[in-house]
């Protein structure tokens, strides 16, 4: 299976900061198969990226995601502090879908 | 709007069945592929299976880890989505989600929206 290895576990930032999040695959997902979705304590994930970098309905513009084939990254420019959360990736280039084992972006 | 409710969640010894459901509504749930993704408690996220009927083909997907144990199925004419899991071990206690496919007619597979889950646990 393709595995998904996300860094940093855990990032501490501020209000106004920006946090860059890393997705490794250990095979190429090629420059369509990977989202990244937001989860908050006591929530279902939420949809957040697809498509490496197209942001889903109501997904504010400070959300980027970048990357193609191994390395992507998901950015966060200037932390509201609603984006206090857990963020995965995800691929779907090849079964199983696989997740990564997420990115806790805390205060 | 759209939304997904499971239900089914429990406590069951290991080796015990449990049938989990989802009712959909608020889309043409026969169109879209279907989903269970499951998170262990204080883990991270794990797909278990997916199922898509156009007309009278089924396809499903399933993880290794529950490939043989678990059945996923629907009931298009009742919008509802069902995993049946056998055989239940300690490490398949987690919350259950029933997610819908991002995008209708095939296996896109990226999922919008999500359910809120429901609750297994396998322990004698």
């Known amino acids: 299976e393709n595995v998904l290895t996300q860094s940093p576990a855990t990032v501490s930032l501020s209000p106004g900061e920006r946090a860059t999040l890393s997705c490794r695959a250990s095979?190429?997902?090629?420059?369509?198969?990977l989202t990244w979705y937001q989860q908050k304590p006591g929530q279902a994930p939420r949809l957040l990226i697809y498509?490496?970098?197209e942001r889903a309905a109501g997904v504010p513009d400070r959300f980027s995601g970048s990357g193609s084939g191994t390395d992507f990254t998901l950015t966060i420019t200037r932390l509201e502090p609603e984006d206090f959360a857990v963020y995965y990736c995800?691929?779907?280039?090849?079964?199983?879908?696989?997740f990564g084992g997420g990115s806790k972006v805390e205060v | 709007q759209v939304q997904l409710v499971e239900s089914g969640g429990g406590v069951v010894q290991p080796g015990g069945s449990l049938r989990l459901s989802c009712a959909a509504s608020?889309?043409?749930?026969?169109?879209?592929?279907m989903h269970w993704v499951r998170q262990a408690p204080g883990r991270g996220l794990e797909w278990l299976a997916v199922?898509?009927?156009?007309?009278?083909?089924?396809?499903?997907f399933y993880t290794d880890s529950v490939q043989g144990r678990f059945t996923i199925s629907r009931d298009n004419s009742h919008n509802t989505l069902s995993l049946q899991m056998d055989n239940l071990r300690p490490d398949d206690t987690g919350l259950y989600y029933c997610?819908?496919?991002?995008?209708?007619?095939?296996?896109?597979?990226?999922?919008?929206?999500w359910g809120q889950g429901t609750l297994v646990t396998v322990s004698s």
């Open positions: 199922i898509l009927k156009d007309g009278r083909t089924t396809r499903e």
């Open positions: 997610v819908r496919d991002a995008v209708d007619t095939h296996m896109a597979n990226w999922f919008d929206p």
């Open positions: 498509a490496i970098s």
């Open positions: 095979r190429s997902v090629g420059s369509t198969y």
């Open positions: 995800q691929q779907h280039a090849s079964w199983p879908i696989t």
């Open positions: 608020g889309f043409t749930f026969s169109t879209y592929a």
